[in-house]
């Protein structure tokens, strides 16, 4: 097990990143600071992967076997409302999803690693950036991460209020959501309220698509397949007596499988196109995926589960079904198989707070278990 005192540092470390948070792909202090204590652990470690990315590369043995272990940097684009004493002194940034401790955790399996790990292969850190908004990890990708740094499959982990502390969850298959953007223009020809006939009103077919899209989940999905369609934004250049010449609608759907994607954007566009026609305006669709929906394998799960359990204290839910946001994480499972899995951040406090709530924050005692989880699982990946 993990000694006391590196879980103090660890904390302490966890707590000065919290306190300095960075977004995006603007997390080049946070990335020196553990490129800085990997070096010093002599691990050979890359920084710049994708942009601000770190790979730290550990090898034991002769085995030709290699492994990815992953966690995010970045903070969020939202103001704090804690008080105590490690809060953010950053305006406007906030560690809100707990990457400061996902951080922490896998670094300090490295350290352990490093000083006393057993196993016989290669163990590849990956400290990833913007992960908020699912861009790091194609960065990553696209900059050669698999090529430079070679691994037969990837692992990711993500805290979750609300779960028990010493708890892990997980699943064979889909776990989390695709999300996917939409964007509907339309454009008519507006005019004054008391002569509607004069007009080509883009409102009239906006109300209407809005409510032809909630058609897709009951009448384009089978049963059996999941899918969200929600429309958040509704914004017309219209004033209490002027209809409106342009409208636009935008939202956010979501779902499991490339299939429901599929069918959503196409039955959107059908949608919009028939009411937009029979409304004598014209439309435009611009429909971007954001999010992979995360897929995890049956291999890679048994091998997340039987590390998870040999933890002392830990509890493992290994059908724990689907969540509905989304994780950057999945695009890594494009291209290597993999298990993404959730942990225990605690029941109580700021500790079960939601994710991205400005009273959210990462559970010191939960460092315990991740940082083991990792050690144990390279250790059994990797056995020697």
Known sequence: MI????????AAFRRAVHRMPETGFAVDA??????ERLRAAGLTVTTGVGGSGVVATLRRGQGMRAVGLRADLDA???EEANTFAHRSRVPGRFHGCGHDGHAAMLLGAALQLAEQGEFDGTVQFVFQPDEE?????????????????????IYGLHNL???????FATQAGALTAFEELFEIRLQGRGGHASAPERTADPLMAAAQIVLGLQTIVSRALPPGEHGVVSVTEFVTDGARNVIPSTVTIRGDARGYSDAVSDRVERRMREIVAGVAA?????AEVCYAREFEPLVNSEAEVRCAVAAARAIPGSRVDE??????FSEDFARFLRYRPGCFVLMGNGTQGHHGAPLHNPHYDFNDAALAFGA????????QVLGS
């Open 3 to 10: 000694g006391a005192d590196r879980l103090e540092a660890l």
């Open 30 to 35: 946070t990335a020196d600071c553990i490129a």
């Open 76 to 78: 969020l684009p939202i």
């Open 133 to 153: 908004s699912g861009r790091g990890a194609q960065a990553m990708i696209e900059d050669g991460l698999f090529e430079r740094f070679p691994m037969d499959a």
């Open 161 to 167: 209020p609300m779960l028990p502390l010493g708890t």
């Open 278 to 282: 029979a409304h004598g305006v014209t």
């Open 319 to 324: 059908a724990c079904g689907k969540v509905g």
């Open 372 to 379: 083991e989880y990792w050690v144990r699982l390279a250790t």
